[in-house]
C-alpha cells in the first residue's frame, strides 16, 4: 500500500514534467525583433524585444525608456573606469559586522 508522502512525491513529479513541454514550447516566442503593444494597464504602452543575432539574447524594453542603450555612467557624465564592467570592482561591502 503506497504511503501519503510517496503519492504525493509522485503528483509533483508528473506535474512538472507535464510543465516541461509548456517551458520548453516559448523558448523561441522571440526569434526575430518584434514591436507590440499592451493596452492591458489602460494606458497603451509601446514595447520592444530586441534579438541579438549571433547570440539569440533578446532585450526587452519599452519603447519610450531612452536609457535602454545608453553607456553607464556617474551622475555627473564621466565614465565608469574598466573594472567596473569587468565585476572588479566589489559593490557591495563585506559582512564582517555578524561575525563573532
Known amino acids: 500500500m503506497l504511503n501519503m508522502k510517496t503519492i504525493q512525491l509522485t503528483a509533483v513529479i508528473i506535474g512538472l514534467l507535464l510543465s516541461m513541454n509548456q517551458i520548453n514550447a516559448q523558448t523561441y516566442y522571440y ?23 549571433r547570440s539569440k539574447m533578446v532585450t526587452l524594453y519599452n519603447k519610450s525608456n531612452q536609457y535602454t542603450y545608453a553607456m553607464r555612467t556617474y551622475k555627473d557624465g564621466t565614465k565608469l573606469p574598466e573594472e567596473y564592467y569587468d565585476d572588479r570592482i566589489n559593490l557591495t561591502e563585506p559582512d564582517t559586522w555578524t561575525i563573532p
Open 31 to 53: 526569434n526575430t525583433t518584434k514591436t507590440f503593444t499592451d493596452s492591458s494597464t489602460g494606458s497603451s504602452s509601446i514595447y520592444q524585444a530586441d534579438v541579438a543575432t
